[in-house]
């Protein structure tokens, strides 16, 4: 009888960690993106490689013709123009016909460059090309670069001074420190790649913009990045999300002759956000916005302990 006890003891006991990882396993299952058993088992769903890409350009996105811009379906719904969830706005049409495209910001981009004269692309690209504005695209568990079910990404600032290509692009298969100062890190999961198209998110994505000769971060809720990767490690693609005018205001607000716009920035934003109504107000806080990039495949050195 004792002994039988005592068997019944120690069973139960081997059954506590047991449960534990019968529990863990089922959290992990719960999770969107590797959601069945069958992706768990699937081989590119074990531990992989990483593969580093590092942003080369990186632009405003623009409607043309009316009513087609690139973007992202960022609140899954097609918004018509009287439609009370978007405050208004209609969705726009991407060019190959995918409806509920969520990119208010692409609207706004003509008013802004004729504010500051068509350069802000240009203040980009410099930033990037002296090295002011490394972006790593860090995919980690890559196990397939063609097809991979289960692939996550780091997105984290370099540090180091690209060389240029003849097309005076930072050129590919570069080395770059990862930055240690003001280091801003973005992580997501459960992103997948689909015949050489890497797919990851909602996320929420900050990326540190130096315009007006000020630095600030956008940081985009419910972020989606897309991007194809070709064999030549070039990739080209998007990311997206929702933004908040009153922080690109606050952000810009010390720069050198901006205090002057600063209310027109507000009033256009505020008329063109279409995303997250506050349920009290039923005001749009947020714009939908996507930045269209390029990026080329790089060598992510971590950063030396002191
Ligand atoms: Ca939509």
């Known amino acids: 009888m004792a002994t039988l006890r005592n ?5 139960r006991r081997a ?17 969107p993106g590797c959601s069945t058993a069958e992706d768990t088992t699937d081989p590119t769903c074990q531990p992989g490689a990483s593969e580093a890409y590092v942003i080369t350009e990186l632009s405003f996105t623009r409607e043309n013709p009316k009513g ?18 978007s405050c208004g706005k209609a969705d726009l049409k991407s060019p190959d016909g995918t409806e509920g495209i969520d990119n208010q910001l692409a609207l ?7 504010q500051v004269g068509n350069a802000v692309d240009g203040i980009i690209q410099g930033a990037i090309n002296d090295g002011r504005l490394l972006i790593a695209l860090d995919l980690a568990n890559v196990n397939d670069t063609r097809d991979d079910k289960c692939v996550d990404l780091k997105v984290s600032l370099l540090d ?11 050129d590919a298969y570069q080395t770059f420190d990862l930055r240690k100062e ?6 997501a999961t459960n992103g997948k790649i689909e015949n050489r198209t890497f797919t990851i998110g909602p996320f929420p994505l900050r990326i540190p913009i130096a315009i007006f000769d000020v630095s600030f971060t956008i940081f985009m809720r419910d972020a989606v990045v897309r991007f194809t990767m070709d064999d030549e490690g070039n990739a080209e693609g998007l990311l997206g999300g929702g933004v ?7 952000g810009v607000r010390t720069g050198a002759g901006v205090e002057r716009i600063i209310g027109a920035i507000i009033a256009a934003g505020n008329a063109a956000a279409d995303l997250a109504p506050d349920p009290d107000t039923g005001r749009c806080t947020l714009i939908s916005a996507a930045l269209a990039f390029k990026a080329r495949r790089a060598f992510v050195r971590p950063a030396q302990a002191p």
């Not at 068997?7 to 069973?11: E, G, L, M, T």
């Not at 706004?108 to 004729?114: G, I, R, T």
């Not at 003001?182 to 992580?187: I, M, P, Y």
């Not at 908040?244 to 606050?250: L, P, T, V």
């Open 68 to 85: 087609v811009a690139v973007g992202f379906d960022l609140d899954k719904r097609v918004s018509a123009i009287d439609e009370q969830e």
């Open 244 to 250: 908040s005018i009153k922080e690109i205001a606050d």
């Open 15 to 31: 059954l506590a960690p047991m449960f534990a990882i019968v529990a863990s396993t089922a959290l992990f299952v719960a999770l």
């Open 160 to 170: 180091g001074k690209p060389t240029l290509g003849t097309d005076g692009i930072a």
């Open 108 to 114: 706004l981009v003509p008013d802004v460059e004729k």
């Open 7 to 11: 068997a019944h003891h120690r069973s």
């Open 182 to 187: 003001g280091q801003l890190e973005s992580n």
